[in-house]
């Protein structure tokens, strides 16, 4: 069964540092997957998807099948990039996203 | 332009109660997606429409739970005899067709059952 693994639910770095937001699939056909955040008190919105290969807000996601996952990393972290982010993955003909648990994402001054 | 809505925003019912909750989609946009969150869990999906028709809906967790969209616009989730596990907040998003895997989410109704 398809499952989306996000395993760390809260994550906290300083600002300027390093951050990767881990994110691990299970899947039998070939993914699609993407990256939603959600800022305080807005709504959920994509952030990215690993079709595109493009880097949004500093963000890139890079996918990896041999491993089966999908991280989301920063080379120097913002106070703004403070969030809940959720890993997901579409199901091939279904067109229903399959959504990780989660990881809040606090970037400390 | 205008994003989805959602409303009400918020909704308290009593168990048993039957409640209504309302999507108002993207204008234009094909698809229409219904999701449950529970509190501290990631969205997962009830049911799915493509214009008035729906074309998935194993999400939905039980036969009290009914989803329309009879005009291949706005949208209504059902829940009838409301249970305390059904309080979550209810999230649509909606898609064009050409990039249907593009969702636009609304703001959600957050359901209270006591």
């Known amino acids: 069964a398809q499952r989306v693994t996000q395993p760390e639910k809260l994550l906290s770095v300083f600002k300027g540092a390093p951050v990767e937001l881990k994110c691990n699939y299970s899947?039998?056909?070939?993914?699609?997957l993407f990256w939603y955040v959600q800022y305080s008190r807005q709504r959920l919105q994509l952030l990215l998807r690993?079709?595109s290969r493009e880097s949004i807000k500093g963000f890139t996601a890079d996918l990896n099948k041999g491993e089966t996952s999908f991280h989301l990393k920063k080379p120097f972290a913002q106070e703004e990039d403070s969030a809940m982010y959720y890993c997901a993955l579409i199901i091939q003909g279904a067109q229903k996203l399959v959504f990780g648990q989660g990881t809040r994402l606090t970037i400390n001054p | 332009g205008a994003g989805v809505s959602q409303s009400p925003r918020y909704k308290v019912a009593k168990r048993g109660q039957d409640v209504a909750l309302r999507c108002d989609p993207i204008s234009g946009h094909v698809s229409l997606f219904w999701y449950q969150q529970a509190l501290g869990q990631g969205p997962e999906f009830l049911t799915y429409f493509q214009n008035e028709a729906q074309l998935d809906k194993s999400g939905l967790p039980s036969d009290r739970f009914f989803a329309e969209r009879p005009e291949g616009s706005v949208s209504t989730l059902k829940i009838q005899r409301t249970q305390q596990e059904d309080s979550a907040v209810y999230l649509c998003?909606?898609?064009?067709?050409?990039?249907?895997?593009?969702?636009?989410f609304g703001p959600g109704t957050r359901l209270t059952v006591l």
């Open positions: 690993h079709i």
């Open positions: 899947y039998s056909g070939s993914p699609e």
């Open positions: 998003a909606s898609s064009r067709r050409e990039t249907y895997n593009e969702q636009f």
